[in-house]
């Protein structure tokens, strides 16, 4: 078994730090102004859920998905609520990757979610990395 040396731990944490604040903050962007949207908005984005057949409370489905980008993207930031916050992500991913598929829309659409839903399943096995809050409380 080959040991990693310190710097190659510190890099692998350093990493982790700039894809969570990154990802994070560009997630607070994206959910921010659909958390605000109020229930119209909230009820449009919930529609998403019936390319899974699922068409009750749609307000309530596209306040969730908002609120895990938003909120979300804050603790992916935070390093906090780890495993909670990327399972409500990776949900959020999937609806948006099938919703692009449903609508016809081109791979270019469709990959945005797809792409970083693999990328919250990665952060999911990896863990937050050791540069989080919830290692400070």
Do not use: Q, Y
């Amino acid at each position: 078994m080959r040991r990693t040396s310190s710097a190659s731990t510190k890099n692998f944490h350093l990493g982790l730090l700039i894809i969570r604040v990154g990802l994070g903050a560009t997630f607070i962007g994206h959910g921010l102004p659909k958390l605000l949207g109020g229930p119209e908005r909230w009820a449009r984005l919930g529609g998403s859920m019936e390319n899974l057949g699922i068409t009750f409370l749609p307000a309530f489905w596209g306040f969730m998905a908002s609120f895990a980008e938003c909120v979300g993207g804050l603790c992916l930031m935070l390093g906090i609520l780890w495993v909670p916050v990327l399972l409500l992500l990776i949900f959020t991913m999937i609806v948006a990757t099938v919703n692009h598929i449903s609508n016809g829309d081109s791979f270019s659409r469709i990959s945005h979610p797809l792409e970083v839903g693999i990328v919250f399943i990665a952060l999911l096995i990896t863990g937050p990395g050791k540069h989080r809050i919830s290692k400070k409380l």
